[in-house]
């Protein structure tokens, strides 16, 4: 894997950062990105110290579609390829926001972010994925995006965080649709939800888990092997209901 190269993205914090770090550790080429610049490239120097692994900060906000634009021309000038596309980046309101009473600026923004930002990231860098013998595509997404969580699921919480939910169920329909176009192509597009990480402070009381194994259910999609799974909904490898 030495000469495969990862983008992911929001991956100055939280499961995006664990996740650059542990395909660092695998051998990848990661472009780290964050909407801080200097968070990204602050994130990148700490991984690359790390070993003989070669990782790259880029600021990259996934809601800024001249930002967007720019990337393929600026990772081709670094890394000359990619091979994975990991959309990490999420946007979410609060616990109280419920449809009825939503503020649609704010909704559109969470959107744009989780919905639209994968979706022109794909757009942007499908040419270069298709130039790479083992092309994926992971979305990050949520089981508060789907009808099967028991927990956290579309009408599992009483309406709540309701921007996030329906963002994650339109992420889950962009991947299912994507794959659907691309049969054959050698790329594998699939949702993972990480489960319930511990990425923010009470998390673990809610029994959240470790970010280590949030993150490592992401990284079971990015090492699929040829001919895996498309168009799949999967948590730590195997496949949960949509
Ligand atoms: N933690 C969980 O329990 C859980 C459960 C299910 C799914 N997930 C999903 O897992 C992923 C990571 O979650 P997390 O808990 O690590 O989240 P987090 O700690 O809130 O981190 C989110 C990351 O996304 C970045 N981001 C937000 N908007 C962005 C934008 N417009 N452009 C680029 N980056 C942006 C943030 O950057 P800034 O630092 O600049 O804000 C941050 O780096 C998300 O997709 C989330 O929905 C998490």
Known sequence: MSDTVALVTGATRGIGRQVAADLAARGFTVVVSGRDAAAALATAAELSDRGEVRALGLGLDVADVRAVAAVPAAVRDVTGRLDVLVNNAAAFVDWTEVASAADLDVAREVMDTNLFGAWRMVQALL???????????????????????????????????????????????????????????????????????????????MGARPVEEGAASVVAAVVLPDGGPSGAFLRDGHPIPW
């Open 127 to 205: 040419p270069m994925l298709r130039e790479s013998p083992h092309p994926r595509v992971v979305n990050v997404s949520s089981g508060g995006g789907s009808h099967g969580d028991e927990q956290f699921g579309l009408t599992r919480r009483g309406g709540a965080a309701a921007s996030y939910g329906i963002s994650k169920a339109a992420l889950n329909a962009l991947t299912a649709t994507l794959a659907a176009e691309l049969p054959g192509t050698g790329v594998l597009v699939n949702a993972v939800c990480p489960g319930l990480t511990a990425t923010w402070p009470g998390a673990e009381q």
